[in-house]
Each structure stands twice: as C-alpha cells, then as structure tokens.
C-alpha cells in the first residue's frame, strides 16, 4: 500500500489489533524473522525450512537437509546465512544465496536452541543440549571446534564464602537450557534448569558472574535489538524484563555487579503458563503466547500494564514473532502448523491523492470556477503540451526510505519455480478437473535418494522411485 495514502495517526501505533493473515507450507513448528524484516524463516515438522517473503506473503525459498522436527533458527546480521538446530541431533549453516550447506554439525544429544554468534561472520554458534552441558561451535574450519561451556553458578562471587560439599552436589545437578549471546558477542547469557543466569565469557568459556533469577526452570531468553534489555520465561509462570549492563566496559566491577527484575508479567487470576516470550521492535511491548490457550498477551514495560490481547486462531500457540521495525506478530499453531500474522488495518486516506481533494461526510453542491470549464484554442494546449514533454524526468535516482539495507548488503535470491510451493489443501492436479492430496512420502526423495537399484540377484531389475511414492520395475527382454 503507498504510505501517503495512510492515516498518519495508524503508523503511530506501535501494536498489532487485528489478525490479518495466514501462510502455510507444511506443518511449522518454529519462526524467525531476519534482521531487517523482510522475509520469515519457518522450521516444519519434516526437518524443512521455508522461508516466506513478508510482502507478498509467498515461498522465497525451501532448504531440505534435516530429517526430523526443526527446533529453532537463528538469521546472520546480514541476513546471508541461517542457523538450524533439529531434533535429528544436526545443526546447519545454511547459506541462502545458493541455498547449500555451509557446515553440519553432529552433537551427541538433540540440540534445544542454537544461535549464531551476533558479529563473527555466523561461523560461531552456541547451542544448548538436552541433559547435557552446552557447546560453543567454532566452525570457521571444516572440522567444528567444540568447547564446553560451564552449567554451575559462581557461588563464591556471591556469598563471599567457599563452596562446600552440599553446595557442590547441588551444582552438579544444574543442566544449562538456554544460551544467547549479548548484543557484541564478547560474552554469553546462560539460564539453567534451577533459576539461575551465568554470564560466561566468549573468549575464555569461564563464568565470570551468576545471579539467582527464580526458583524454577528458566525456558527461554531473548534481548532487544539494542541489547540492553532481556525477558525471560520460566516455569514459575512469571515473565521477567531485566536490564542488561555492558560487560565490556573495563571499570566494570564483576563482583559486585547486581542485576535486577526491572517487571513481573504474569496473569494472577487464570495462572497461565507461557509458552514462548518476544520483544517488541522496539523494545516498548512483551508479547507472550499462552499454554493451553490460543490468545496472545502484549504488554507495554514503561507502565508494566497489559494493553492487549490478540485472538483470532482457534488453536494454542506456539512460537510468537515480533517484525524488527512494524508492528507485526506471527505466531505459529500447534494443531494446523500454520502462520498466524496480525497487524493493523489502516484505512486509506483518499485526500493524499490529490492537493485539491477533500473528504465529505455527504453530499455537498458544488460552485464551480469561472474559468473551470472554458475551452482554450488548439494552439495553446498543443504549446501547454510540448512545454512538458521539455522538462526532464529523473527516473534513475532512487530515494533512500526508512529502514532500508545498505547497496552493498546481501539479497536473497528468490525462487521462482512454483512447483515447489505448496498449497493450503496440499493437493495435486492429475487430470482436467481432477484433483488429489499429496501423498505423505511426496516431495522427500532428497532423503534416501531419486533411484533405487535392485539386488545383484536380479540385475535386471531396475526401480526408479516416483513422486507418488510407487516403484515400476522395468525387465529386460532376451531375445
């Protein structure tokens, strides 16, 4: 839509009202949108990724190569490479310009959330194992470089005292289940499975301050785009925004550091539990998707209120979104997979279309000019005419607007063969009129391989695998 003919009053609102569309390709599990906003990565239950271009709402691109669940996605600053963990136990660098595989990385447990170092190039990651200790991945190399991060809290600096026996038993105990990076990357943000955050160094993979956060599981953590503020979810059903001090700065006291809860958002009457936390663009709003429900909380952190609640979707939530710099939210269902997105619906404003025009609420007569309908000679429109055919048209220049990416920054190619993407019955044409669903197997031959050939007991046999997913076997004649 063009942006004069909005109300101007509408672009100030920075919250979503209203559900105003759906995108499906497959069944998704996870969402991410990339640093400048304009395209949405989604991880499907088959292991591949689609990613939707915001604007016309269709498929950019496909990357297939995990076999199971995605569980998260992680963007590079410009928007080149994508970061997959999944539950298959891999984690992939994707590089979208060709859509191949930069590195796969194999761990020994299923990977929670993996997520790229902020500045590094994207060939640095940090990922969170199931029941096992966390891993800093450098994979500059073809061979990864795997370091152990700690999962035990730093006692001494906040008791004063030595650790004893008991105290040691219970950090052993401590299993990591979130890692994000702070807004430089020089330092990582820990939340372990007792309440606790660990400050761990990037460099050094050393804890250099531990705070206690709350007495339950922390589930999730996420900083503002600044990176100086944090919210976290936890099992205690209680939504935290903490301030996050620069652990950069060389005066900076580690000891004696404290960081505080800056807001507790939670729902006192219903109790409800949260099943995924997200700033806003700005960091001025908290939306949260709710267990065992299908609304969406938004709450804004000047006052600590509630301001609204999305509903649209008949289904729980899962992942919920917040576009980098519009007030957009995407969430994805549960139950259907698909990509809920609300907005606002902003009315045209008509007047922008001319300088003379003017809205009515009704009918009004009309005094026209006295010059309005006078007929001019055919010699003064002609020399009108050719007196603007002189002026010269700049049609090369482009302006620069808001919030766009440097000349020299990354696109992705889009893919443009619309086999591939796929519709919201998921259904084949297989004649005039005749339609059928896609088979389960349909479209997942990259897996094991398009031929398959037969035994050497009978070499004559060949068995070409087909969309459908039947084999035909083709014998050869002996005359």
Not at 109 to 118: D, F, G, N, Q, R
Not at 357 to 371: G, K, L, Q
Request: with cysteine.
């Amino acid at each position: 839509m063009n942006l004069s003919l909005i109300d101007p009053f509408v672009l100030a609102q920075d919250y979503p009202d209203a559900l105003t569309g759906k995108l499906r390709s497959g069944h998704a599990t996870c969402i991410r949108f990339n640093r400048k906003g304009d395209f949405l990565a989604s991880g499907r239950v088959d292991g591949i990724i689609v990613i939707f271009d915001v604007e016309t709402n269709g498929v950019a691109h496909k990357l297939r190569g995990h076999t199971r669940q995605i569980q998260s996605l992680s963007w590079s600053r410009d928007g080149r490479y994508l970061l997959s963990s999944s539950q298959d136990w891999n984690c992939v660098l994707w590089d979208l310009k060709d859509g191949s595989r930069v590195r796969t990385v194999r761990f020994e447990a299923p990977v929670y959330i993996a997520e790229l170092h902020p500045y590094n190039q994207s060939f640095l990651f940090v990922a969170s194992l199931f029941e096992d200790q966390p891993m800093l991945v450098d994979i500059s190399s073809t061979i990864p470089n795997k370091r152990q991060l700690p999962s035990a809290p730093r006692r001494n600096q906040i008791d004063g005292e030595d650790i004893t026996e008991k105290q040691a038993a219970q950090d052993a105990k401590h299993t990591t289940c979130i890692t994000i990076f702070t807004a430089l990357g020089n330092h990582i943000i820990a939340g372990t499975s007792k309440g606790w955050l660990n400050i761990i160094e990037t460099e050094t993979c050393q804890t250099i301050h531990s705070t206690r956060l709350c007495n339950g599981v922390v589930i999730y953590l996420r900083l503002t785009a600044s990176g100086r503020d944090m919210v976290s979810n936890s099992s205690d059903r209680v939504i935290r925004t903490i301030p996050i001090p620069d652990f950069s700065q060389v005066d900076l006291d580690i000891d004696n550091l404290k960081i505080e809860v800056e807001h507790k958002f939670q729902d006192v009457v219903n109790r409800l539990s949260w099943n995924h936390v997200a700033f806003g663009s700005t960091g001025e709003y908290v939306t949260a998707s709710t267990y065992m429900n299908h609304d969406i909380y938004v709450w804004e952190r000047s006052h600590g209120s509630l301001v609204k609640i999305l509903e649209g979707p008949k289904e729980e939530l899962g992942v919920v979104e917040w576009h980098p710099n519009r007030p957009l939210v995407a969430a994805c269902g549960l139950e259907t997979g698909r990509v809920y997105i609300w907005s606002i619906i902003s009315p045209q404003r008509w007047s922008a279309l001319a300088p003379d025009f003017a809205e009515v609420e009704e009918n009004v007569e009309y005094i026209e000019r006295e010059d309005e309908f006078d007929i001019h000679p055919i010699e003064e429109i002609h020399k009108r005419r050719l007196d603007l055919e002189d002026e010269s048209v700049d049609v090369l220049t482009i302006e620069p607007t808001k919030g766009e990416i440097e000349e020299d920054a990354f696109r992705m190619p889009v893919l443009l063969d619309v086999d591939n993407s796929e519709s919201e019955e998921e259904v084949v044409a297989v004649g005039p009129g005749t339609m059928r669903r896609k088979s389960p197997g349909e479209g997942r031959e990259w897996m094991n391989g398009v031929e398959d050939v037969g035994s050497s007991n009978d070499r004559g046999t060949k068995r070409a695998a087909t969309n459908g997913g039947a084999k035909f076997s083709y014998k050869s004649r002996r005359r």
